[in-house]
């Protein structure tokens, strides 16, 4: 069967055009112009009962207005609040669609509630609600939070069930009537436009439970009209953004953190000193000095010694705040390094200086100045001395004269990999001088990279 024809328009054209005149807020216009189109199928004998053409908005009478309210809190969730409803037809849940033996069927209510996940309805006017929808639907489509049947309708039941009856006989025929297609069409678009003149005269009557934006007509049965009733005021939107602005600043009992944030520069702090500061005066390093040998502890009475390196710390402050070891959590150590059998080493103690003379033929033997054993120490033996090692290896070649084979038989030549020749194993007087010269540098290096370890370790 081709498509029907109503007022000049098919019959889709002719519902879109009922639908936006609801949209544009004229439920009266749309009535009116459905009552002349009904005339000829409503009467006494007619495919529909006379009373369409004279039933009125006021006739249908919702019930359970007052307890709308507990039914809207009921759907609020912790940030996602009620903030619209959709009051429309639907299809009902069970299969009872027949009229009773009075031609009577209750149309079913269904009550949407939506949230500002599906649309922002808290900052939407009438005319905000518009632009959600679209050719095919609104955008809010299907996104309903929950559905209930809050709300009850009286007033049509005769209405709805003569409708009822004409669907069935429709459906069960070969080939359904078209003035009876075109009078069922016609009949279910006045009672959604009844329904959404309606809900705007109880909201105008009777107001709302609170802020709301309201939408109603048909939801997934004929003639599936969906327009917008009531939306947010310019004062209900400012309500609703200060409500909400005031639940973001609540303390909703979570503790505040214990602890002071990098990111929350708000909170005084402490300035903090460096232990270690590369490149400073003397004048500056004598007073830093000074400070920490001055410091008043409970178990150190006497002030501090002197001592004759400046960049390690006296052992006395072994027990000090700065040199505690954290309870918790391992830092990275030089340790993590090494496997478990040279961390078992035996204890070496610092290799002493070598005289800073060579020893002249015919002379006594020559007291050797020894280097002194740092006090605090924050490495092992072995590990201070597998470090004074690897940084030997790094030490820049020191060139050596050519040693003439020594004429002693007793002495035996030993490989030299540097030169690739034999060479004595008896160290002569500049030689050692050169090794002494390389000993120092190591030295040297040694007390450097223990300072920055300090320094790292702060």
């Not at 359904?176 to 009078?183: C, F, G, K, S």
């Not at 602005?245 to 990098?262: E, F, I, N």
């Not at 390690?312 to 030089?334: Q, R, V």
């Amino acid at each position: 069967m081709s498509t029907i024809v109503i007022d000049g328009l098919n019959e889709e054209d002719f519902r879109r055009s009922i639908e936006n005149r609801l949209r544009e807020g004229r439920a009266s216009a749309a009535i009116e112009r459905l009552r002349p189109l009904l005339a000829p199928y409503a009467g006494p004998g007619g495919i529909l009962p006379e009373r369409f053409l004279t039933v009125e908005a006021a006739d249908l009478v919702l019930h359970g207005w007052d307890a709308l309210g507990d039914a809207v809190r009921r759907r609020d969730l912790p940030g996602r609040r009620v903030t619209a409803l959709s009051i429309a037809f639907a299809w009902p849940s069970e299969e009872v669609s027949e009229p009773n033996a009075q031609g009577e069927l209750r149309p079913h209510l269904e009550i949407g509630y939506f949230s500002d996940n599906a649309y922002p309805f808290s900052q939407s006017l009438r005319e905000d609600l518009l632009e959600g929808y679209s050719f095919y639907g609104c955008s809010w489509s299907g996104d309903s939070e929950a559905t209930d049947t809050a709300l009850w309708l009286e007033g049509i039941d005769d209405l709805h069930g003569a409708l009822a009856s004409l669907e069935a006989q429709l459906l069960t025929s070969d080939e359904p009537d078209e003035d009876a297609i075109r009078a069922g069409s016609l009949g279910a678009c006045l009672l959604s436009a009844l329904l959404v003149q309606a809900v705007t005269d109880r909201i105008a009557c009777d107001g709302l439970p609170r802020p709301l934006c309201v939408m109603a007509g048909s939801s997934g049965v004929y003639p599936y009209f969906d327009a917008p009733v009531a939306g947010m005021s310019e004062e209900a939107s400012r309500e609703v953004e200060a409500e909400e602005a005031k639940l973001a600043t609540t303390d909703r009992g979570v503790p505040a953190p214990r602890y002071s944030s990098l990111l929350v520069t708000g909170i005084p702090r402490g300035k903090k000193r460096a232990v270690l500061v590369l490149d400073e005066s003397d004048d500056e390093l004598a007073g830093r000095l000074g400070v920490l040998r001055n410091v008043d502890y409970a178990d150190t009475e006497a002030a501090l010694p002197v001592t004759e390196s400046p960049a390690l710390i006296p052992a006395t402050l072994g027990e000090s705040p700065l040199l505690a070891k954290k309870p918790s959590g391992h830092a990275w150590d030089f340790r993590d390094m090494l496997s478990p059998g040279e961390l078992e080493a035996p204890e070496a103690k610092w290799p002493p200086h070598l005289p800073a003379d060579p020893v002249e033929p015919g002379h006594s033997a020559v007291a050797v100045e020894t280097y002194a054993e740092p006090r605090t120490t924050l490495l092992q033996p072995a590990l201070q001395q597998r470090l004074e090692i690897l940084l030997a290896e790094n030490a820049p070649p020191i060139a050596e004269e050519p040693i003439p084979v020594p004429t002693d038989p007793e002495v035996e030549a030993a490989p030299n990999w540097r030169q690739g020749r034999g060479a004595s194993i008896r160290a002569e007087p500049e030689t050692k001088a050169l090794r002494q010269r390389a000993t120092e540098w190591v030295q040297a290096k040694c007390n450097k990279a223990l300072s920055l370890i300090m320094f790292w370790r702060r």
